[in-house]
């Protein structure tokens, strides 16, 4: 069987773990055939570790004529890139899933995908049970009723800082602080880069003007726990997720990535 072309947009952390998962033969099916990020010398030392190009820019990406682009690097990339990937042939995977928080681009990726062909698969990151949450939503939306849906996370006072949301008092506090309480739009003004769990939790229910998110402060937390609930008439689900790094986070691309060639899909 003819491997599956794999081409890696983001040489950070994340995207060195997806390459290593590649060197590893976790994911014999694909081929790595170039990698594209920001920093030079990361995309360098990326390429030469998964034994591939170091692209220059994402025509240069496309050329090789890969059958998936994976995305670890920002929403702002993904606005960039996408339609260009999709109506070039290739499918995307998407882990900055913030970046259809914004309905338009959302409504041109999801018709360019369409037309060409080509699929937008979104990666669950730092949380999962999506195949879930959509179920309940279904099922109420066939009943005509709206999903009920919320988000909590909880987050160590540090992770706050350089963001709007944190104040000094935080890192004495002795006891758990609310430091957001709206929608997920409402976050999306206040913190439009790093709310890619909400917007994909949100997607998922009941929609972003609707999901009633949360975020507090714990004093001494290190890492994020992210717990989403949907409930409907005689319905309820829980998705309870923590993680102490990000590393779920490109581990979820590669479980992704293993879950459309096999067989049996989960």
Same mark, same amino acid.
């Given at each position: 069987m003819d491997k599956k072309r794999l081409a890696i %947009?983001?040489?950070?952390?994340?995207?060195?773990?997806?390459? +290593? !998962?590649?060197?590893?033969?976790?994911?014999?099916?694909?081929?790595? %055939?170039? %990698?594209?990020g920001r920093d030079k010398a990361h995309v360098a030392a990326m390429a030469q570790k998964g034994n591939c190009p170091a692209c220059g820019s994402l025509e240069e990406l496309l050329d090789t004529k890969p059958d998936y682009v994976a995305e670890m690097a920002s929403v702002q990339m993904v606005k960039d890139m996408a339609e260009?990937?999709?109506?070039?042939?290739?499918?995307?995977?998407?882990?900055?899933?913030?970046? #259809?928080?914004?309905?338009? #681009?959302?409504?041109?990726?999801? +018709? @360019? !995908?369409?037309?060409?062909?080509?699929?937008?698969?979104i990666a669950s990151g730092a949380v999962g049970g999506f195949d879930v949450l959509r179920t309940i939503t279904l099922m109420e939306a066939v009943n005509n009723r709206t999903v009920q849906a919320k988000m909590v996370t909880e987050k160590g006072p540090g992770s706050l800082k350089h963001s709007p949301l #944190?104040?000094?008092?935080?890192?004495?506090?002795?006891?758990?602080?609310?430091? #957001?309480?709206?929608?997920t739009k409402d976050a999306i003004a206040i913190l439009p880069t790093h709310v890619n769990v909400s917007v994909a939790a949100s997607l998922a229910t009941s929609g972003t003007e609707q999901l009633d998110f949360h975020i507090i402060s714990v004093p001494g937390m290190a890492g994020d726990d992210h717990r989403i609930?949907?409930?409907?008439?005689?319905?309820?689900?829980?998705v +309870? %997720?923590?993680?102490? @790094?990000? +590393?779920? !986070?490109a581990w979820s691309v590669v479980a992704l990535l293993k879950n459309l060639v096999s067989p049996i899909m989960f």
């Open positions: %947009v983001g040489c950070g952390h994340l995207g060195n773990i997806v390459t +290593d !998962a590649c060197c590893q033969g976790l994911l014999p099916e694909y081929e790595l %055939v170039g %990698v594209l260009t990937v999709l109506s070039h042939g290739a499918n995307l995977v998407v882990l900055s899933i913030g970046a #259809f928080a914004d309905q338009a #681009f959302y409504q041109r990726v999801q +018709d @360019t !995908a369409r037309k060409h062909g080509t699929r937008v698969h #944190f104040q000094e008092h935080l890192m004495t506090d002795t006891k758990e602080t609310e430091v #957001f309480s709206g929608s609930t949907a409930e409907g008439e005689g319905l309820k689900a829980t +309870d %997720v923590y993680s102490r @790094t990000s +590393d779920i !986070a």
